[in-house]
T-cell receptor, first 115, second 111 residues
Framework: GQQLNQSPQSMFIQEGEDVSMNCTSSSIFNTWLWYKQDPGEGPVLLIALYKAGELTSNGRLTAQFGITRKDSFLNISASIPSDVGIYFCAGQPAAGGTSYGKLTFGQGTILTVHP | NAGVTQTPKFRILKIGQSMTLQCTQDMNHNYMYWYRQDPGMGLKLIYYSVGAGITDKGEVPNGYNVSRSTTEDFPLRLELAAPSQTSVYFC??????????FGSGTRLTVV
């Protein structure tokens, strides 16, 4: 099946630093998404991207949909302790049929922020 | 709005035992999904449903069964628990498209 390779697997940073993580695939996706999972909770959607080349921000978060449609990037600026968690990329294939709505997830990036 | 509710939150099973993981959503979403999360492996799709009465296998369905008799409920059944099924299980729903709402998960240990 389709696979997403997410990197890095983990990051240990100081409060105030910027963070970058990315996701690549051998397949084309029509939609890229970034989720955050707090400890003991389910993932929560942060940003959704729908068009190749699209750059979208949500507060201190910025994500980009790669031109090739096979990758995406997430940046977090000026990190704070509550940014701690696991960040997942996810891709959605073309709409229609039984594929509709199904997401493929990356392995996750574990972010630790030291005060 | 409760969103997606999963029960139980934690469970320890002995090898060979059976159990049902419950998932209920109150948002009238047609699409529902079961994922398992293993460390460093992300989320893997077990089963999904596009509406009441319709279910289909995902990427890792072996050892599991589902049913969807109502729009609200999508239980996941483990018939003969094995240590490989030790994982955190997440249920999710969406009205359509990528806007998943996830439950808070069930942490299952099989010993």
């Amino acid at each position: 099946g389709q696979q997403l390779n997410q990197s890095p697997q983990s990051m240990f940073i100081q409060e105030g630093e910027d963070v970058s993580m990315n996701c690549t695939s051998s397949s084309i996706f029509n939609t890229w998404l970034w989720y955050k999972q707090d400890p003991g909770e389910g993932p929560v959607l942060l940003i959704a991207l729908y068009k190749a080349g699209e750059l979208t921000s949500n507060g201190r978060l910025t994500a980009q949909f790669g031109i090739t449609r096979k990758d995406s990037f997430l940046n977090i600026s000026a990190s704070i302790p509550s940014d701690v968690g696991i960040y997942f990329c996810a891709g959605q294939p073309a709409a229609g049929g039984t594929s509709y709505g199904k997401l493929t997830f990356g392995q996750g990036t574990i972010l630790t922020v030291h005060p | 709005n409760a969103g997606v509710t999963q029960t139980p939150k934690f469970r320890i099973l002995k090898i060979g035992q059976s159990m049902t993981l419950q998932c209920t959503q109150d948002m009238n979403h047609n699409y529902m999904y079961w994922y398992r999360q293993d460390p460093g492996m992300g989320l893997k799709l077990i089963y999904y449903s596009v509406g009441a009465g319709i279910t289909d296998k995902g990427e890792v369905p072996n050892g599991y069964n589902v049913s969807r008799s109502t729009t609200e409920d999508f239980p996941l059944r483990l018939e003969l628990a094995a240590p490989s099924q030790t994982s955190v299980y997440f249920c999710a729903s969406t009205p359509g498209g990528p806007y998943y709402t996830f439950g808070s998960g069930t942490r299952l240990t099989v010993v």
